[in-house]
């Protein structure tokens, strides 16, 4: 059932688009750094400081209604001790003002300095980056207050560089999803790939789905018990044939199908079946 593979995605359009954003790095004053809040520390860039340099950036977290939000708080407020701006948002519901006021704050000091330099003020140019599917695309949605980017959930979704106008005092430099060259940690690509930021075409499922049922029994044992009354993972086998009985995910003559139940983890695990979820943890 799995080939214990090793993930590693850095398509050249991840290359080309860190090698852009270097470009238009002059054009920028401020970066958001979008995150997911089910994952709020395996989906931070791990080489991103290299990219924006000393920019003065705000930590968006996107998805916090999905998240549990006891475990990524707890990540916020070590991200806030660090130094960050942090702002947590709920896309579907929420409101982007508290953003949109934090950013024209820091643009207000950054004119304040150029018009001591003798320079005119402007409007901020904010560059938006993250890894695939955190939400960029229903970010700058919401920012705008119209459908004015595609929006997939399939990595690799956004293929170019574009800019967008919020309103008169903020245009954004749109980013396609990007990661980093080599996945050391394994638990952070399996991670990555659980939540789709990782293309399903390089992955092995039956791995991915081990990996979501271990952190389901290792964090939310209640959900597992409550979605396929699994009490022991011992064995994925036959862990494998409970869900296959429970769900009817069988071929002829009554045999479980492993790929039917993979699939079914899969579906009940995008579709937020298991409950509102975070698999990182401060170490």
């Known amino acids: 059932m799995s080939d214990g593979k090793i993930i590693q995605w850095f398509p050249g359009h991840m290359a080309k688009t860190k090698r852009e954003i270097g ?8 970066v958001y750094e979008v995150i997911d809040a089910r994952m709020p520390l395996s989906s931070k860039i791990i080489d991103i400081d290299n990219l924006i340099q000393n920019k003065p950036r705000i930590l968006v977290v996107t998805k916090y209604d999905l998240c549990d939000k006891t475990e990524t708080d707890k990540i916020l407020s070590w991200y806030k001790d660090n130094g960050y701006y942090v702002v947590a948002l709920d896309l579907m519901n929420g409101n982007v003002q508290g953003l949109l006021n934090l950013t024209n704050d820091i643009m207000d000091e950054i004119n304040q300095k150029r018009v001591l ?11 938006i980056l993250g890894a695939p599917n955190v939400g960029k695309s229903t970010l700058i949605n919401r920012l705008v207050g119209k459908k004015s980017a595609g929006v997939g959930n399939t990595p690799g979704f956004t293929k170019n560089l574009s800019w967008i106008r919020v309103n008169p005092k ?8 990007i990661l980093w060259p080599k996945m050391d940690d394994q638990e952070v690509a399996k991670t990555l790939a659980a939540f789709s930021s990782i293309k399903e075409d390089i992955l092995n499922i039956d791995d991915i ?6 952190k389901l029994f290792e964090y939310y044992p209640d959900r597992l018990i409550e979605r396929y009354d699994i009490t022991d993972i011992s064995d994925m086998i036959i862990v494998y044939e409970m869900i296959g009985k429970k769900r009817g995910a069988l071929s002829r003559g009554g045999i479980v199908d492993y790929e039917k139940v993979s699939d079914i983890i899969m579906n009940d695990f995008k579709s937020g079946a298991f409950g509102k979820i975070t698999f990182d943890r401060l170490k």
């Open 23 to 30: 470009e238009q790095l002059n054009l920028v004053d401020i």
């Open 117 to 127: 330099k003798g320079l005119k003020e402007r409007s901020a140019r904010v560059l």
């Open 170 to 177: 903020i245009e954004l430099l749109d980013t396609p999803g």
């Open 209 to 214: 789905c081990f990996f979501i049922i271990s």
